[in-house]
């Protein structure tokens, strides 16, 4: 007869990670086979019940990196044997689980304000937490577990008694998966449209910043007639003037045209001053307009992107929204068993590849002849490079096809990347350069990944950072050789 609690002498056989304050336990027992528990202390939909079912959670809604308790708890608790369940406290379910290092016990309280998801040892003191918000009484790691005093009204499902058969249970699971798909798409729905949201602002900026330089650009023709009538009135000039006034020979009326100088220039010099910004402004013109072409294009995507997810019924709806914004990177797909996505192989490409929380696309050299083809055979010139200030290590390079600026969080987390990989990440502080690639050249008869740049910009990381070591984790996070470079 199957029941409702996990039996006795099962084996753990794997804890998954699954949404935020949530994990899941499979418990292979021989008289009632596999079975899945979902444990959760979201304070919305706080839960330890048996489920059934194995829909992927949508890559949306797993936690930015592993969190450290679900680590913990897989660490302790996989390959242990079920020894008890107990029930006997109100709003509290107790695991208790015979592993290789001792008995270890996962607790769940449903009776707090915030519920709690804790791991106790054999002496009953806590070894990791999980809070899903403020509690009234915070137990740190290392103390003793005592379980609520006052027990309060229990904020989600446990199980209840034994049922004759696992119909009751089905029907619960099928109740919660309708509560939690609906919870799912809102949260879905609200990331995604912060992220539109955020799309669209930066393409309104670049668009009237592009605005700007067009009109700027339309002014060649002007620098090109004070040039020749600089040419033709340089009699006039006087060495330290900051304009000249002459008539305009050019137009029948000659009306008087003040032409701008540079005191510090001589004649020739402010004619050719003059001449090269009628080239460079001439040569602008076309860049301009075709730039101002792709951000309206890319503005009426995202535009486009942001009234999809607004519309969405459903989470692929809100997926193949985000896949469809202009420079966001397609929602990576689950690896069995876990949250995050698998590393590449050695040998598929010369960079390992990070996403941003802003959803830019990071890569990482992974040796010195591997930095030399990232920089100068995979990064375009808009793309941004960013190096360990006066360190060797590892080049890092984020995608940017449309120019412009970065996003303040993405320039951290590349800068975070870059800081890590390389010789300094022992220095805590560190000090990153970046640049656009553009500007990067190779040192002459220089070894692999020798460089030098110019227009460059630093910013300071804290390698021990632990909000910036998720963009480490977020993609499977293969370990840093030892000259500083991933593997």
């Known amino acids: 007869m199957t029941t409702e609690f996990p039996e006795c002498g099962a084996r753990i056989q794997a804890v998954h990670p699954t949404r935020a304050h949530e994990l899941e336990l499979e418990t292979f027992g021989k008289s009632e086979g596999l079975r899945r528990w979902s444990i959760s202390c979201d304070p919305e939909h706080a839960r330890w019940i048996e489920t059934f079912s194995t829909r992927k959670v949508s890559a949306l809604l797993r936690p930015a990196g592993t969190d450290p308790f679900l680590l913990l708890a897989r660490a302790k608790l996989r390959g242990g044997q079920v020894a008890g369940f107990d029930l006997s406290a109100p709003a509290v379910a107790r695991l208790s689980v015979n592993t290789a290092e001792g008995t270890f016990t996962l607790v769940l309280e449903l009776s707090r304000p915030a519920p709690n998801l804790l791991l106790l040892d054999a002496d009953e003191r806590v070894r990791g937490a999980q809070r899903s ?27 209840r008694t034994p049922p004759p058969d696992s119909r009751q249970a089905r029907a619960l ?10 919870a799912d798409l809102a949260r879905a729905r609200s990331a995604a449209g912060r992220v539109t949201r955020q799309a669209v602002t930066r393409l309104e900026r670049r668009l009237e910043r592009l605005e700007v330089d067009r009109l700027a650009a339309a002014e060649a023709e002007q620098f090109r007639r004070w040039g020749d009538l600089l040419k033709i009135h340089g009699g006039r000039w006087r060495r330290g003037a900051t304009e000249l006034h002459v008539p305009d020979e050019f137009d029948a009326g000659r009306p008087e045209v003040t032409i701008p100088l540079d005191p510090a220039e001589s004649l020739t010099g402010n004619i050719a001053r003059l001449f090269r910004q009628y080239r460079k402004r001439r040569a602008a013109s076309s860049h301009v307009q075709r730039r101002l072409a792709e951000t309206e294009r890319e503005l009426r995507a995202a535009r486009a992107a942001a009234h ?14 985000l896949q469809a914004l202009p420079g966001r990177a397609p929602v990576p797909p689950a690896a069995p068993g876990s949250g995050v996505q698998r590393p590449r192989s050695r040998d598929s490409a010369p960079h390992v590849q990070r996403t941003s929380s802003d959803g830019w696309t990071i890569l990482v050299g992974r040796s010195a002849k591997d930095n030399d083809e990232l920089t100068f055979g ?4 808009r793309d941004w490079w960013l190096h360990a200030v006066g360190f060797s290590g590892s080049h890092v390079v984020v995608r940017n096809p449309a120019g412009g600026a ?11 990347l870059a800081a890590y990989y390389s010789k300094a990440r022992s220095q805590g502080r560190v000090e990153v ?32 950072d ?7 984790r977020a993609a499977g996070s293969a370990q840093p050789a ?4 991933p593997r």
Do not use: M
Not at 137 to 150: D, F, K, N, S
Not at 308 to 321: C, G, I, M, N, T
Not at 406 to 416: D, G, N, Q, S
Not at 466 to 472: D, K, Y
């Open 308 to 321: 999809a997810v607004a519309e969405a019924q459903a989470l692929p709806d809100v997926e193949r929204a």
């Open 173 to 182: 699971d099928e109740r919660w998966n309708e509560r939690l798909a609906a």
């Open 133 to 159: 918000g403020a509690s009234t009484r915070e137990l740190g790691v290392g103390q003793r577990y005592t379980p609520p005093i006052a027990p309060r009204a229990p904020r989600g499902a446990l199980p």
């Open 378 to 381: 995979v990064a375009k010139g």
């Open 466 to 472: 632990e909000n910036l070591a998720r963009v480490l």
């Open 433 to 464: 350069a970046y640049v656009e690639r553009k500007h990067v050249r190779r040192v002459p008869r220089g070894k692999p990944g020798a460089v030098t740049f110019d227009h460059g910009h630093t910013v300071w990381v804290d390698v021990a």
């Open 406 to 416: 970065l996003p303040r969080a993405t320039l951290r987390e590349a800068a975070w």
């Open 482 to 485: 030892g000259d500083g470079s």
